[in-house]
């Protein structure tokens, strides 16, 4: 898993939310078997890892407890793993991770960056997984109060820089830390496009850095109907393949997306153009 984290293609990973609430596909794939299957789907359609949630973190969602997050995404994450499926455990929970990563998960996603539960270093240290440290400064019921900055780019960045330092001090080796932005995490539309427009400037920091775009509200607004309706999530992939090739290009190491089928389509399209960054990786024509 080493190996992907330092891939010099893009990565992606597919989202599997087996939640009754998540904004986009709360519902949708409660049930095990479906579950399942659409994991097995992700990873046939070109998934590199399969991000399975249990807990939705959409803005003003309720939290659950950890033993109903682990009961959801534990048999999951067994049968994916029995199937050869590489797993991300999207949680915030030390113990929600250490059990997915006893049942068979490679990589820890915190959309805290360390910060909801200071065990979970301890936890990303002694499995020597690795660990995605997202910027975050609070949890789903509270995260619009705290979307006050004043540049963005250079708050997260320094944000980001301090969750990394802490890592690093609790013993988890750089080479197993990815960071990511937090899109829609106590960020405004303005804050989002600010951050995707400058992304260079946080792939500076030196690790590899996962891009999440995909669906969110923003994608929504930018696309409202005449009357400021916004875009149904459901119609937000095009705009999401978008920004995630955008991200690509500006040098993100991944994107999280619900379509990867259309994501890996359109990297491959883009790879034909001749990128430099796909490109160097290519032996054969064709080669992927």
């Not at 068979?104 to 270093?121: E, I, K």
């Not at 019921?141 to 006050?148: G, H, K």
């Not at 496009?193 to 920091?205: F, H, I, K, Q």
Request: charged share 25%; with cysteine.
């Amino acid at each position: 898993m080493t190996d992907l984290v330092r891939a010099q293609v893009p990565v992606l990973m597919g989202v599997l939310n087996v939640t009754p609430d998540s904004f986009s596909d709360g519902g949708r794939y409660a049930d095990l078997d479906a579950a399942v299957g659409h994991g097995v789907r992700l990873r046939a359609e070109g998934a590199d890892l399969v991000d399975v949630g249990g807990e939705s973190t959409r803005p003003g969602a309720d939290r659950v407890d950890a033993e109903t997050e682990v009961a959801r995404v534990l048999p999951v994450i067994r049968a994916l793993h029995a199937a050869g499926i590489p797993i991300s455990i999207d949680t915030s929970r030390a113990r929600v991770a250490e059990a997915a990563l006893a049942g068979g998960a490679d990589v820890v996603n915190d959309v805290s960056g360390g910060l909801a539960d200071p065990d979970m270093a301890r936890v990303v240290r002694d499995a020597g997984c690795p660990w995605v440290l997202m910027h975050w400064r609070g949890h789903s019921r509270e995260m619009r109060e705290l979307a006050n900055y004043g540049d963005v780019v250079a708050d997260v960045r320094a944000e980001l820089s301090q969750r990394v330092d802490q890592a690093l001090a609790a013993g988890v080796a750089a080479e197993k830390i990815i960071i990511d932005p937090g899109l829609g995490f106590a960020k405004t539309a303005a804050h989002n496009w600010e951050l995707s427009a400058r992304l260079s400037e946080l792939v500076d920091l030196g690790f590899p850095l996962l891009f999440a775009s995909s669906r969110k509200s923003y994608l929504g607004r930018l696309l409202a109907d005449a009357d400021g309706t916004p875009r149904p999530t459901s119609e937000r992939e095009a705009a999401t393949i978008a920004t995630s090739v955008l991200a690509v290009a500006a040098g993100a190491w991944g994107v999280r997306v619900h379509d990867v089928r259309g994501t890996a389509d359109a990297l491959a399209v883009w790879r034909a153009t001749g990128s430099p960054r796909l490109l160097s990786n290519t032996t054969d024509e064709g080669d992927r």
